[in-house]
Every structure is written in C-alpha cells, then in structure tokens.
C-alpha cells in the first residue's frame, strides 16, 4: 500500500482505489466539503470512530469506490498545494480527467475548490478533437461547473455536427440535449432559407434566359449569350461547393456553411456582355449574384450555434447580458422577448 502524507501528522488515512493512502485533516476536509463534514461528525461511524483513537494515531477511511488520483487531486487542492496536480498530456486524457473530476466534485459537493483545475484542464481541449459522446460529458461537466465558455463551445461543436436521430442514449441531462436539438433546428431554417436564396436566384435567370438583344433598332427574341454562360457559370459554382443539386449537400450543418463560405463569385471572360447586360432594365446575374453570396456569409455569421448557459439555467437577471464566447455580435434588439441581449457567437474558420 503506497501512502502520500499530504499533511504529514493528520488525523485520518483515506484509503482509495488503487492501494493508495493519502494522509490529510478531517478539520480541512470538513470545511471543504459537507459530505466529509458529515461523514467526519458525531453521528457517523467515521467520525465515532475518529474520536476514539488514540492521540497521534490516524484513523483509517476506506473508500474503495473513489479513484486514486482524482481523490489525490481533491485532496492538494483542499489543502492549498495545487502545485502538486498533475493533468494528462493528450485530449481525450484531459477531457476525461475533468469529467471524472467534475463528477467527483458533485458526489462530495465540493464544486467550488476543484473550479480552478477543471477550468485550467478545459482551456486545453478542443471539443473538435472529441468523440460525440466525450462531447455530451464535456458539455454536462461544464454545465456543472458553471463554465459558460466551455459550455458554449461544446454545445456548438454537438450542434454543428446534426444527425441527432443517431445518438441513442445521452449521457448529459434532457434540457442541454433539448437546447442542442433546437439550436441545430434554428440554425438548419436559416441555412436552409439561405441556400434556397442562393440556387433560386441562380435558377429563375436560367428560365429566363434574358432575351433582349436588339438588331437595327429592332428588338428581336434572341437568347443573351453572355447571360446564359453567366448563368452556367453560376450553376457550375454551385455545384463545386455541393450545394446544387439538392441531393449532393451533407446533411451536417458545419459542411452546408462550409459550402456558403467557400462559393465564389465566379467570372465570365471569353463573352463580352452585350449594351443591354448592364441598362437600367437589366440586372446582370454576376452582380446579382455577387450581393447575394455577401447576404449569405452576413447571414451566416450571425447565425447562433451555441446553446447559451445563462439562458438554460435562467440565472440572468433581465436587462442583463449573457456571458458566452467572445467572437460574433450582440443582438441588437430583444428578439427573444425574455428581457436579455443575447449574444450570437460568429461560426469561424473550420
């Protein structure tokens, strides 16, 4: 049995899973955590048993159910020697460490004192780089720990990604999957309406073929050749980003907005357009086309992806703001009609 003096002449011997002893003061421990305090006090086997040992010996608690390293954690950090905490190296070793931690922190509700080396573990992982369920746990150990930052970017990792038919069972609670699944549904309408805009446009030119070339002052139904290259110039652009035809686009809302980000205002050089491509009667399809790519990157940009903390827990007092990541813009007005100015985080770079 391997044993760590943490306060070399405490009073109790926590025995963990693992055949570890770690020596620690129940005075400490009971002013840290209530499950201790009570489990240390008058009215508990542990604490009987405390009081009738002798003076200078510990008393040895056998708890055979707590990890040996996460208990070794709470107890540095209880005793103000931090220092001593040593996290895992890679991702998933980092993002499991603080979702046992967290739950650890819940079953001694010491939530509090083990805030700081959770939140210093989660600046490192980059939901991104998880599995789908290490994500859920991620965004239910944040939810716990009151991390509004980590919260959100979990949340929009688990809303980016969709096919929430496929998840089965949830290992987070009921409302943050909810708020999940209604924020994809949100953003899904918009991007939905937003390429519908896009193809639309494209397509109604293609039915028109603008016919208006005059010959000798004389208007003649002739098909604009310049139009109509624009138009499958158009068209061909769509398709390199697979949002035309309908069938060739991913049913994930992270590749649709990759598709509106990455569309290009295609040109057309070897036809010159005609004097009539640019009159007051006629709009030409690449300027049309052009404004209708910037709508939907502004439309994008604003869209929000990540569930807001603040919001589920309903913590906010009215009139204030929400804290969530700091990219994107505020809205400018209460469009939510719950007295809050939410903020609508940008979607990024993927």
């Known amino acids: ?25 129940s005075v400490v421990l009971s002013m840290v955590s209530p499950v201790f305090k009570t489990m240390l006090g008058p009215h508990f086997a542990e604490g009987q048993a405390l009081r009738r040992q002798s003076a200078g010996l510990p008393h040895v608690i056998t708890l055979p159910d707590d990890d040996a390293q996460l208990m070794k954690v709470l107890c540095l950090v209880s005793h103000h020697q931090a220092r001593g905490v040593q996290a895992p190296s890679d991702e998933a070793s980092k993002a499991m460490f603080v979702i046992e931690l967290v739950a650890l922190a819940d079953k001694y509700d010491c939530m509090e004192i083990l805030k700081y080396p959770a939140a210093s573990c989660m600046t490192a992982v980059d939901p991104e780089l998880l599995n789908r ?22 949340t929009r990792s688990l809303v980016l990604e969709g096919e929430f038919l496929a998840w089965g069972a949830s290992t987070c609670r009921d409302s943050i999957l909810n708020a999940v699944r209604e924020t994809a549904d949100r953003t899904l309408s918009i991007l939905a309406g937003t390429i519908d805009d896009i193809v639309t446009s494209a397509g109604d030119r293609l039915g028109a073929l603008y016919e208006h070339h005059s010959v000798d002052n004389c208007f003649v139904s002739k098909e604009c050749e310049y139009n109509t290259a624009a138009v499958g110039t158009v068209l061909r652009a769509l398709r390199a980003v697979q949002l035309r035809p309908p069938s060739s ?19 057309v050089t070897l036809i010159s357009p005609c004097e009539t491509c640019f009159d007051g009667d006629s709009e030409n399809i690449l300027e049309m086309f052009e404004r209708t790519i910037s709508h ?9 992806t990540a569930v807001c903390s603040d919001c589920l827990k309903q913590i906010s007092e009215k009139n204030s703001t929400c804290r969530t990541p700091h990219h994107g813009e505020w809205a400018t007005s209460d469009e939510d009609g719950d007295g809050r100015l939410h903020y609508y985080p940008k979607l990024g770079d993927w």
Do not use: H, W, Y
């Open 133 to 154: 369920t290490t994500r859920m746990m991620c965004a239910e150990a944040a939810f716990k720990l009151d991390d509004a930052l980590f919260f959100g970017r979990c």
């Open 249 to 267: 686009q991913s049913c994930k809302l992270r590749d649709k907005i990759r598709s509106v980000q990455a569309l290009e205002v295609p040109t």
């Open 1 to 25: 049995m391997r044993r760590v003096d943490i306060l070399p002449d405490g009073d109790i011997i926590l025995a963990v899973k693992g055949s570890l002893e770690l020596r620690v003061s």
């Open 296 to 304: 939907a990157r502004n439309t994008v940009q604003r869209i929000f």
